[in-house]
């Protein structure tokens, strides 16, 4: 259930060489791109991303400089706002993007180390993030900050990775695994595979708006009790808490194919047939969660919310080539008492119930809320729940004849945020990195490993 512990390289020894900023070929007129209220609850979110290869004899690490400088150059003619500068409508109260040209940085590094000496590069490790350039600005938004940058790393050994750090008002994480795929595109083909869609008003706000539903999901500003501006005020769901950070320990777990398996064999007990594996182990998280966390009572209210595409909710659906946040989190909420007393697959009902809340109508009457209110998400003794199960980073090849070894995001230490992963060693299974506190972690280990029975879980409280 539990990988076995591994040696996580902390210091990869990266020292830059050189550094360009990258401008469209194609100057456009200067324009403010409008962000959707989705986009707006990002935009104190930097995701970093990195992309791991062999080395080659056949192609040399100034040509493969030279081929990412120059693919990135034309990406910037379909992409260019990536290239701009947030700013900040002081009219309307709102983040826009200044498409301006200002560019994108690209940082040639070099590492002491080999691909060999880092170890399992598949387990979660903040230190990949110095494979990435990163906005200089950590603590708060400034609007000198690029909203994307690149940085290629070559190692002792001949490999390199390409390491990318993106605002996350940007795109969201299928959008940024498009924007890769047609990068890669770019660089074997010599041209882009699709065109992006980079308007985001097909998401705005009704006028007047039509705030149709409850929305107990979200929490209004009144009630965080913060009066930052909207540029220091960064999204209290996501940005890490030090002081949190310090209670915690970060531990990765598995559920294989067969795990998940016994998992969907619970749920069809109940009548569930076609629920996904990332539901099943969902609902087994949350379950074993509640279970094993010390300060919630029996009567505790405890919440779990989950991300969910809205491409296709969306009336009429949003095109495959949409770039920006198209993403909210559904909403799910049980007592512990009730969590412990339900059979498991009304616990799974209950997550698909949430996904299926939304319609486009709620949806619109989310973009709406966020309008008026500008909350942020009711996370009450619960987590938040990412999956990147889906994302197939790994079959996105670069360059001809070089071997991708790892591909994915570099996921660092978030108390409330637990991130389901592919498991490149069973590719049916699941991987899950979590954060508690360490006597709430023992305890989580023993019930999370029992998938075969319930018994744990109603006896633990």
Not at 271 to 281: E, L, N, Q, R
């Amino acid at each position: 259930m539990e990988p076995p512990a591994v040696s996580l390289v902390s210091d990869i020894g990266v020292k830059r060489k050189s550094l360009a900023v990258i401008r469209p070929e194609k100057r456009r007129k200067r324009y403010s791109l409008f962000l959707s209220n989705f986009d707006q609850k990002f935009v104190g979110y930097v995701t970093t991303f990195v992309h791991m290869f062999s080395g080659n004899q056949e192609i040399d690490f100034d040509a493969i400089i030279y081929l990412h400088t120059e693919a990135l150059r034309r990406m910037l003619d379909f992409y260019d706002f990536i290239s701009g500068r947030l700013t900040l409508n002081t009219e309307q109260r709102r983040f826009e993007i200044d498409c301006n040209a200002a560019g994108v940085p690209l940082a040639i590094c070099a590492s002491e180390l080999t691909l060999e000496e880092m170890g399992d590069v598949t387990y979660p490790n903040s230190a990949f993030t110095q494979l990435c350039l990163m906005p200089e600005s950590t603590n708060q938004i400034s609007e000198e900050d690029h909203l994307m940058s690149f940085q290629v790393t070559r190692f002792r050994c001949g490999g390199f990775a390409v390491g990318t750090a993106v605002n996350h008002c940007l795109v969201d994480g299928f959008a940024l695994h498009e924007f890769a795929s047609n990068f890669a595109h770019l660089i074997r083909k010599g041209d882009v595979a699709f065109l992006p869609v980079i308007d985001r008003t097909c998401l705005k706000a009704r006028v007047p708006l039509q705030i149709k539903y409850e929305h107990e999901e979200l929490m209004k500003p009144s009630q965080l009790g913060s009066d930052s501006s909207p540029f220091m005020q960064r999204n209290l769901d996501l940005v890490p808490n030090k002081m949190a950070l310090e209670k915690h320990v970060f531990k990765l777990f598995s559920l294989s194919g067969k795990m998940l398996d016994l998992l969907k064999l619970k749920a069809k007990e109940g009548g569930v047939s076609h629920c996904t594996s990332f539901i099943v182990a969902l609902a087994h998280l949350w379950r074993t969660r509640t279970a094993a966390m010390a300060n919630i009572n029996a009567n505790d209210i405890t919440i779990v919310q989950y991300f969910v595409d809205i491409r296709s909710k969306m009336r009429p659906p949003l095109p495959r080539e949409y770039v920006g946040n198209a993403i909210k989190a559904a909403y799910a909420k049980a007592t512990a008492k009730e969590l412990q007393e339900q059979q498991f697959y009304e616990t799974v009902k209950k997550l698909e119930e949430a996904g299926n809340r939304l319609t486009d109508e709620y949806l619109r009457s989310t973009i709406d809320w966020l309008e008026l209110h500008d909350g942020v998400m009711r996370l009450e003794n619960g987590f938040l729940a990412t999956s990147l199960t889906h994302m197939e980073y790994e079959d996105i090849q670069i360059v001809k004849g070089v071997k991708s070894i790892y591909a994915g995001p570099v996921i660092s230490g978030t108390v409330d945020l637990v991130v389901f992963m592919a498991d490149p060693k069973d590719k049916a299974g699941i991987k899950i990195f979590i954060a508690l506190e360490p006597s709430n972690m023992a305890r989580f280990q023993l019930l999370f490993k029992d998938v075969d029975s319930d018994r744990a879980v109603r006896s633990n409280l």
